[in-house]
Protein backbone atom coordinates (compact mmCIF):
# COMPACT_ATOMS: atom_id res chain seq x y z
CA UNK A 1 0.00 0.00 0.00
CA UNK A 2 1.07 3.63 -0.48
CA UNK A 3 2.60 5.49 2.57
CA UNK A 4 2.91 9.57 3.18
CA UNK A 5 6.01 10.99 1.99
CA UNK A 6 6.46 13.45 4.86
CA UNK A 7 8.65 15.44 2.65
CA UNK A 8 6.73 16.59 -0.28
CA UNK A 9 4.07 19.23 -0.03
CA UNK A 10 1.08 18.24 1.17
CA UNK A 11 -2.35 19.20 1.58
CA UNK A 12 -4.36 18.15 5.10
CA UNK A 13 -7.97 18.98 5.00
CA UNK A 14 -10.06 18.10 7.90
CA UNK A 15 -13.71 18.35 8.77
CA UNK A 16 -15.73 20.65 11.24
CA UNK A 17 -17.06 17.43 12.92
CA UNK A 18 -13.28 16.32 13.76
CA UNK A 19 -12.31 19.58 15.45
CA UNK A 20 -15.52 20.91 17.40
CA UNK A 21 -18.25 20.38 19.96
CA UNK A 22 -16.98 16.66 21.49
CA UNK A 23 -14.31 16.51 19.44
CA UNK A 24 -12.54 19.80 19.87
CA UNK A 25 -9.42 18.20 21.59
CA UNK A 26 -8.47 16.47 18.30
CA UNK A 27 -7.44 19.94 17.26
CA UNK A 28 -3.88 19.27 20.23
CA UNK A 29 -2.71 16.19 18.58
CA UNK A 30 -3.69 17.21 14.88
CA UNK A 31 -1.51 20.15 15.15
CA UNK A 32 1.13 17.76 16.57
CA UNK A 33 0.68 15.53 13.82
CA UNK A 34 1.23 18.61 11.20
CA UNK A 35 4.48 19.56 12.88
CA UNK A 36 5.86 16.01 12.37
CA UNK A 37 5.15 16.91 8.99
CA UNK A 38 6.56 20.10 8.83
CA UNK A 39 9.37 19.12 11.19
CA UNK A 40 10.43 16.51 8.05
CA UNK A 41 11.00 19.00 6.00
CA UNK A 42 7.72 18.74 4.15
CA UNK A 43 5.53 21.55 2.84
CA UNK A 44 2.58 21.81 4.65
CA UNK A 45 -1.07 23.34 3.67
CA UNK A 46 -3.43 22.87 5.94
CA UNK A 47 -7.56 23.22 4.78
CA UNK A 48 -9.62 24.00 8.20
CA UNK A 49 -13.53 23.80 8.24
CA UNK A 50 -14.72 24.95 11.47
CA UNK A 51 -15.29 28.99 11.40
CA UNK A 52 -19.24 28.54 11.73
CA UNK A 53 -19.35 25.38 14.47
CA UNK A 54 -16.58 27.41 16.72
CA UNK A 55 -18.88 30.74 16.50
CA UNK A 56 -21.98 29.34 17.09
CA UNK A 57 -21.61 28.74 20.97
CA UNK A 58 -19.79 31.99 21.13
CA UNK A 59 -23.36 33.73 19.90
CA UNK A 60 -24.91 31.73 22.18
CA UNK A 61 -26.81 29.45 19.33
CA UNK A 62 -27.95 26.13 19.75
CA UNK A 63 -27.73 24.70 16.48
CA UNK A 64 -26.20 25.49 13.23
CA UNK A 65 -27.85 28.32 11.81
CA UNK A 66 -30.04 27.86 8.17
CA UNK A 67 -29.90 31.30 7.19
CA UNK A 68 -27.03 33.02 5.37
CA UNK A 69 -27.05 36.20 7.35
CA UNK A 70 -26.57 34.19 10.60
CA UNK A 71 -24.16 31.77 9.11
CA UNK A 72 -21.68 34.81 8.29
CA UNK A 73 -22.09 36.19 11.79
CA UNK A 74 -21.18 32.95 13.37
CA UNK A 75 -18.20 32.49 10.64
CA UNK A 76 -16.86 36.05 11.54
CA UNK A 77 -16.53 35.08 15.07
CA UNK A 78 -15.63 31.76 15.07
CA UNK A 79 -12.51 32.37 11.85
CA UNK A 80 -10.26 34.04 14.39
CA UNK A 81 -10.82 31.99 16.99
CA UNK A 82 -10.51 29.06 15.14
CA UNK A 83 -7.13 29.93 13.83
CA UNK A 84 -6.24 31.73 17.39
CA UNK A 85 -6.54 27.99 18.52
CA UNK A 86 -4.27 26.58 15.85
CA UNK A 87 -1.89 29.39 16.36
CA UNK A 88 -1.58 28.60 20.04
CA UNK A 89 -0.67 25.09 19.59
CA UNK A 90 1.60 25.49 16.24
CA UNK A 91 3.59 27.80 18.61
CA UNK A 92 4.91 25.19 20.83
CA UNK A 93 6.10 23.64 17.41
CA UNK A 94 8.35 27.00 16.59
CA UNK A 95 5.59 26.98 13.65
CA UNK A 96 4.25 30.15 12.34
CA UNK A 97 0.48 29.88 11.10
CA UNK A 98 -0.97 32.12 8.27
CA UNK A 99 -5.08 32.75 7.59
CA UNK A 100 -6.09 32.26 3.95
CA UNK A 101 -10.02 32.70 3.31
CA UNK A 102 -10.79 31.74 -0.47
CA UNK A 103 -13.70 32.07 -2.19
CA UNK A 104 -15.22 30.03 -5.09
CA UNK A 105 -14.86 32.90 -7.20
CA UNK A 106 -11.30 33.16 -6.24
CA UNK A 107 -10.89 30.53 -8.66
CA UNK A 108 -12.57 31.30 -11.23
CA UNK A 109 -11.21 34.60 -11.52
CA UNK A 110 -7.54 33.89 -13.26
CA UNK A 111 -6.02 36.80 -11.61
CA UNK A 112 -7.41 35.83 -8.25
CA UNK A 113 -6.24 32.43 -9.00
CA UNK A 114 -2.84 33.92 -9.69
CA UNK A 115 -2.22 35.33 -6.72
CA UNK A 116 -3.78 32.95 -4.73
CA UNK A 117 -1.07 30.37 -5.67
CA UNK A 118 1.62 33.31 -5.41
CA UNK A 119 0.69 33.86 -1.52
CA UNK A 120 0.66 30.41 -1.17
CA UNK A 121 4.36 29.12 -2.41
CA UNK A 122 5.61 32.65 -0.73
CA UNK A 123 4.60 31.48 2.39
CA UNK A 124 5.82 27.74 1.90
CA UNK A 125 8.94 28.93 1.18
CA UNK A 126 8.74 30.77 4.40
CA UNK A 127 8.48 27.81 6.13
CA UNK A 128 4.64 29.36 7.30
CA UNK A 129 1.97 27.07 7.34
CA UNK A 130 -0.92 28.04 5.66
CA UNK A 131 -4.64 27.58 7.06
CA UNK A 132 -7.09 27.69 4.18
CA UNK A 133 -10.94 27.97 4.84
CA UNK A 134 -13.53 29.51 2.74
CA UNK A 135 -14.62 33.17 3.36
CA UNK A 136 -17.78 32.05 4.61
CA UNK A 137 -18.52 35.65 5.73
CA UNK A 138 -18.59 36.60 2.07
CA UNK A 139 -19.63 33.87 0.25
CA UNK A 140 -23.13 32.87 -1.39
CA UNK A 141 -25.20 30.04 -1.27
CA UNK A 142 -24.88 30.59 -4.93
CA UNK A 143 -21.54 30.97 -5.15
CA UNK A 144 -19.66 28.88 -3.21
CA UNK A 145 -17.70 25.24 -2.72
CA UNK A 146 -20.14 23.50 -0.52
CA UNK A 147 -17.65 21.88 1.41
CA UNK A 148 -14.24 21.68 2.18
CA UNK A 149 -13.73 18.59 0.78
CA UNK A 150 -13.48 20.70 -2.85
CA UNK A 151 -11.82 23.64 -1.71
CA UNK A 152 -8.63 21.02 -0.43
CA UNK A 153 -8.92 19.55 -4.10
CA UNK A 154 -8.82 22.45 -5.63
CA UNK A 155 -5.99 23.84 -3.44
CA UNK A 156 -3.98 20.50 -3.78
CA UNK A 157 -4.50 21.26 -7.71
CA UNK A 158 -3.84 24.72 -7.51
CA UNK A 159 0.12 24.26 -6.19
CA UNK A 160 0.48 20.58 -7.96
CA UNK A 161 1.19 19.26 -4.17
CA UNK A 162 2.40 15.53 -4.00
CA UNK A 163 -0.23 14.30 -2.10
CA UNK A 164 -4.02 15.27 -0.18
CA UNK A 165 -5.02 14.12 3.20
CA UNK A 166 -8.89 14.28 3.68
CA UNK A 167 -9.45 14.14 7.12
CA UNK A 168 -12.99 13.37 8.77
CA UNK A 169 -15.24 11.57 11.41
CA UNK A 170 -14.64 8.61 8.49
CA UNK A 171 -12.07 5.65 8.64
CA UNK A 172 -12.08 5.20 5.17
CA UNK A 173 -14.48 4.35 1.68
CA UNK A 174 -16.78 1.73 2.51
CA UNK A 175 -18.48 -0.87 0.21
CA UNK A 176 -21.85 0.27 1.72
CA UNK A 177 -22.06 2.60 4.35
CA UNK A 178 -20.14 1.29 7.41
CA UNK A 179 -22.58 0.84 9.56
CA UNK A 180 -24.21 -1.54 7.55
CA UNK A 181 -23.67 -5.45 8.05
CA UNK A 182 -21.32 -7.02 6.04
CA UNK A 183 -19.57 -2.97 4.80
CA UNK A 184 -15.71 -3.51 3.96
CA UNK A 185 -13.20 -1.22 3.58
CA UNK A 186 -11.59 -0.23 0.19
CA UNK A 187 -7.69 -0.10 1.09
CA UNK A 188 -7.13 0.98 -2.69
CA UNK A 189 -8.83 2.93 -5.86
CA UNK A 190 -7.06 2.47 -9.11
CA UNK A 191 -7.38 5.80 -11.19
CA UNK A 192 -10.88 6.06 -13.25
CA UNK A 193 -12.52 3.34 -11.23
CA UNK A 194 -16.23 4.80 -11.18
CA UNK A 195 -17.22 2.16 -7.87
CA UNK A 196 -19.85 1.42 -9.54
CA UNK A 197 -20.56 -1.68 -7.32
CA UNK A 198 -20.55 0.26 -4.00
CA UNK A 199 -22.94 2.70 -1.71
CA UNK A 200 -21.75 6.26 -0.85
CA UNK A 201 -23.60 7.88 1.81
CA UNK A 202 -24.46 11.23 2.40
CA UNK A 203 -23.13 13.16 5.59
CA UNK A 204 -23.85 12.14 8.44
CA UNK A 205 -22.84 15.24 10.86
CA UNK A 206 -25.18 18.03 12.21
CA UNK A 207 -22.05 20.34 11.97
CA UNK A 208 -20.44 19.06 8.49
CA UNK A 209 -21.46 19.68 5.00
CA UNK A 210 -20.19 16.63 3.19
CA UNK A 211 -20.03 13.34 3.52
CA UNK A 212 -18.60 10.21 1.20
CA UNK A 213 -19.56 11.58 -1.76
CA UNK A 214 -18.16 14.76 -1.59
CA UNK A 215 -14.85 12.84 -0.66
CA UNK A 216 -14.85 10.59 -3.33
CA UNK A 217 -15.47 13.31 -5.76
CA UNK A 218 -13.19 15.49 -4.27
CA UNK A 219 -10.59 12.74 -4.57
CA UNK A 220 -10.87 12.26 -8.22
CA UNK A 221 -10.64 15.46 -8.87
CA UNK A 222 -7.22 15.68 -6.91
CA UNK A 223 -6.18 12.40 -8.38
CA UNK A 224 -7.01 13.47 -12.10
CA UNK A 225 -3.89 16.32 -11.54
CA UNK A 226 -1.78 13.78 -10.43
CA UNK A 227 -2.14 14.44 -6.72
CA UNK A 228 -2.35 10.73 -5.07
CA UNK A 229 -5.06 10.91 -2.37
CA UNK A 230 -5.63 9.07 1.17
CA UNK A 231 -9.00 9.49 3.41
CA UNK A 232 -9.33 8.36 6.90
CA UNK A 233 -10.41 9.52 10.36
CA UNK A 234 -8.50 12.48 12.01
CA UNK A 235 -7.73 10.14 14.83
CA UNK A 236 -5.63 7.91 13.12
CA UNK A 237 -3.71 10.55 11.27
CA UNK A 238 -0.56 9.63 13.54
CA UNK A 239 -0.98 5.90 12.63
CA UNK A 240 -1.49 7.15 8.34
CA UNK A 241 1.91 8.62 9.14
CA UNK A 242 3.73 5.57 11.03
CA UNK A 243 3.13 3.82 8.03
CA UNK A 244 0.01 1.36 8.96
CA UNK A 245 -2.49 0.38 6.13
CA UNK A 246 -5.58 2.32 7.06
CA UNK A 247 -8.31 4.79 5.13
CA UNK A 248 -8.70 4.55 1.72
CA UNK A 249 -5.90 5.53 -1.08
CA UNK A 250 -6.98 7.47 -5.07
CA UNK A 251 -4.56 6.15 -7.09
CA UNK A 252 -3.52 9.48 -9.43
CA UNK A 253 -3.69 9.86 -13.30
CA UNK A 254 -0.32 8.99 -14.87
CA UNK A 255 -1.77 11.51 -17.15
CA UNK A 256 -2.44 14.45 -15.17
CA UNK A 257 -4.83 17.20 -16.01
CA UNK A 258 -3.13 20.53 -17.19
CA UNK A 259 -4.11 23.62 -14.38
Keep these: MPKINPRLRTVVKVGSSSISGENESQLLPLVTELSRLHAAGGEIVLVSSGAISTGVPVMRLTERPTDLATQQAAAAVGQYLLVSKYQNELTKHDIVGAQVLLTAADFESADHKENAKRALHRLLELRALPIVNENDTVATHEIRFGDNDRLAALVARL ?4 QLILLS ?80 WFAPSAEPVSI
Design 159 to 162: LRAD
Design 169 to 248: DVDALYTAPPQEPGAKRIPFVPFGDELSDIKIGEAQSGWGTGGALTKVAAARLAAAAGVRVVLTNTQLFGSLLDGEDVGT
